[in-house]
């Protein structure tokens, strides 16, 4: 599979996701998430970024429980929950936010 | 009793996985329950049934598949460890089933006695 | 508690990092290459026989015929098959691997 | 990330809290084994029990600083152990006497941890309900 963004042809898993994680830009980001049927604002951006930064500093995509922990610390409380989280992404930050953010499949679950 | 065991080597080259075996015959022997096998790291070779052995020799992965089958042995190989080994669903062998990381935690919370077999 | 070693005295430290956290009243198994520690005037003996005092050792039988070491095993050392590494187990709280 | 099957598993599992212990002999790159077992310690997080980790031998080398794989093209693991601490994952016990027979001491970690002797290492492992070494 693959997605065209910019002239540029990507290879993607058959999920969606980046099989090149350098191949990530915003550009990127926001044809993966027209496929997702997420419309990117401000609020997804707030945790695509996050979740990029964690990325970048612990080499691994946080569980949910430590995500919401985290951007309700970064972000103020109102966000750092997992109805939030739901509602900019629907089929859950995990699957949705980490394919939009470049990340790598998450391998824990099934 | 019940006990989890823990196989973190795949067959034949290391004796680990023909170890846990011993061993999980013997308990059930004994009267004992085995409430799960979990397989991690190469262990997850152990669950592939492509292998295979020599006729004069042990049939690692059968003999786990008729483990399962008698004892209604829940036999668990973890997706990540396979996915990085190339063991998913398509070359499962009879008995095992795919599954998270989760499980090995939950059997060392359910099992009396938790028991790894590695190198 | 019950330690488990599976190595070669000669090959990996494993076995000298257990008897260094083996505590007294615990219980040591020796199986796979791990048997060959048990044997009687190797260099491990001397090791093994000082861990004696504290804890308890045992060796595996079918690993030690297999090696054809059967009949060196070191007095002291107390031969189980897995019917009794499962006893072992059962009987210690915990356990714990050396590999 | 999970967000299915682990964490269903989580909340099946709620109510019994066990001491875990996962111990890490073996140093890194060398083989799988302290990836793999830094694996398991994240998803153990999310069973809300009391995990500790226990580094000796070899795997003190696991939390050493500095570490660059760039040019053997492994994936660089060592900033994990600092995010372990979002997990609750809060009890790292590093032996003294592995750290000084490798000529190494706790400046040369890159995370916080209790250097703690051999002896009350064997102490830890003693308390624990489940030990699992690989």
Known sequence: MSIEVGGRTLETDEEGYLVNLSDWSEEVANEIAKAENVAMTENHWEVVNFLREYYNEYQIAPAVRVLTKAIGKKLGPEKGNSKYLYELFPYGPAKQACKIAGLPKPTGCV | ?119 | ?99 | ?134
């Open chain 2, 1 to 119: 009793m019940k006990f989890g065991l823990l196989i973190n080597e795949g067959p034949y080259n290391h004796q680990a996985a023909d170890t846990a075996y011993k061993f999980a015959r013997a308990a059930l022997a004994k009267g004992h329950e085995i409430r799960r096998v979990f397989f991690y790291n190469d262990g997850v070779n152990n669950a592939t049934r492509l292998t295979e052995p020599p006729q004069d020799d042990r049939h690692i992965v059968n003999r786990w598949s008729k483990l399962a089958e008698e004892g209604g042995i829940d036999l668990v190989v973890c997706v990540a460890a396979g996915l990085r080994r190339g063991l998913v669903e398509d070359n499962l062998a009879p008995g095992f089933r795919i599954s998270g990381l989760g499980q090995l935690v939950e059997a060392g919370i359910e099992a009396d006695r938790l028991v790894v077999f590695g190198d």
């Open chain 4, 1 to 134: 990330m999970t967000d299915t099957r682990d964490e269903i598993d989580a909340e099946e599992g709620a109510g019994v809290v066990k001491k875990f212990m996962f111990v890490n002999r073996k140093a890194p790159y060398g083989t799988i084994y302290a990836l793999e077992s830094l694996e398991v310690v994240l998803i153990s997080a999310a069973f809300d029990q009391d995990v500790s980790l226990a580094f000796l031998d070899d795997g003190v080398y696991q939390l050493v600083k500095g570490q660059d794989t760039k040019a053997i093209e492994v994936k660089n693991f060592s900033p994990t152990y600092r995010a372990l601490e979002g997990y609750d994952v809060e009890k790292l016990y590093v032996e003294r006497e592995s750290l000084a027979a490798r000529g190494l001491t706790e400046d040369d970690l890159l995370v916080p941890v209790q250097v703690v002797s051999a002896a009350e290492m064997a102490e830890l492992m003693e308390a624990q309900d489940v030990v699992i070494g690989f």
């Open chain 3, 1 to 99: 508690m019950l330690h488990i070693v599976n190595k070669s005295p000669y090959e990996k430290t494993s076995l000298a990092s257990c008897l260094a956290h083996a505590r007294k009243g615990g219980a040591v198994l020796l199986i796979e290459d791990a048997v060959y520690a048990a044997t009687r005037g190797s260099v491990a003996e001397a090791a093994l026989r000082r861990a004696m005092q504290d804890v308890a050792v045992y060796a595996l039988g079918p690993d030690l015929e297999a090696r054809g070491i059967k009949g060196k095993v070191m007095d002291g050392v107390t031969v189980v098959d897995f019917g009794g590494f499962v006893d072992l187990v059962a009987e210690h709280r915990t356990n714990q691997s050396w590999l």
